[in-house]
């Protein structure tokens, strides 16, 4: 893939998330995304411990993520969602996603001008009387900037789009739509077993998600 036809996707990513328009009754995604094009490696896996704070939930959680293969990764997630209404209580979400890494930074065959992954994803909020269930697709961008300590820097964005459900247990009923989000964040490597995460998320639940991913094994 030339470098041109490479910037030109790259562009479109970020162009779309920032005229992605997400409808005011979006619940909105509470685990962001949290992490960049790059898949981990075969048989690598991590755990990560991640909070979020959103205009309609704030969520605390965490994650295990492994490396199916060179390009492709799994990840669960599993926490607690508390939405900001009025005397409610936390409850317990799930979060699963996929990723392949299409384009490749350090493919020195091809050159490409930074990492591209494409994936999959769900996430079930467990909200009293209100449960979502969001499932879709994404498109992930990031490119690596290695300082000469050795730490590395990775700016990243991710665009989504979902189809969101969201059931009402008092009266049977539950509304189904198209949303899109949009993420860009920021992971520094202090080294390659531990990988700090801040991000900001443009959604139905737009807000900012920090924490970290520890190598395991």
Known sequence: MTMKIAATI???ILILGCSTVTAKDSAGLVSGNLTTADAVGAGIGYIGAFVGFGDNAAGIFGSFTYG????TDIRIKLGFADA???NSDPEIFLGADFKYEIMDYYDTLHNNPFDLAAGAFMEYVAYENTPVF???GNLIG???YRFNSGHKIVPYARLNVR???ISNDLTDNS???FQ???NIGTKFEINQDFHLYGEFQLDGNAGIFLGLDVRMF
């Open 142 to 144: 990031s490119i690596p």
């Open 10 to 12: 790259f562009a479109i």
């Open 68 to 71: 199916l293969a060179e390009y």
């Open 175 to 177: 509304d189904t739509d």
């Open 84 to 86: 900001d209404v009025e």
């Open 180 to 182: 899109g989000g949009f």
């Open 134 to 136: 969001q499932l879709g």
């Open 163 to 165: 189809m969101e459900r």
